[in-house]
């Protein structure tokens, strides 16, 4: 058994803890694989033992397939950790916490308090570290159009 203990102040602060540590952890290629391989391993252990004492009249073990119309149908449940491998290789790795708060800090100091406090509730976060990992490179883009509207003559706030 594994416990880890993620404590804050706010159940928000804790949540934040726990996707920094998270990121972290995905953005080490060395943890990254590992969990992987232990992920991988655990699903073949879990196949194994369905394979081995059957409970329902479907199964991953090979054997004889209804016949289709000359076309190949894979299997019911692929592997989900390879879609992951594959996307953590080809998409960028979304921006950290701590990528966000740096840059949002120097916003606020460049365009007002009040211009990052807007475009936080559009992404309905209370701080820069509630934003949800889905939107930081959302975020962060909003910041660089505040920047090239300044750059532009006019300061949208």
Known sequence: MVKIEITGDTPLEALASL???GLHCVSNPDVYATANHIL???KNAQKAE???TPTSGKTDAPGPAPATSGQT???SDPSPTTPPAVSAEDAPTPPTVAQVRERGIEASRKHGKEAIVAILKQFGASGMSAIAEKDRAAFLAKLD???A???AGGEDA
């Open 145 to 147: 159009e505040l920047d």
């Open 50 to 52: 369905v394979a081995a």
């Open 149 to 151: 509207g300044e750059k």
């Open 19 to 21: 996707t920094a540590f």
């Open 40 to 42: 991988e391993a655990e």
């Open 73 to 75: 149908v894979p299997p």
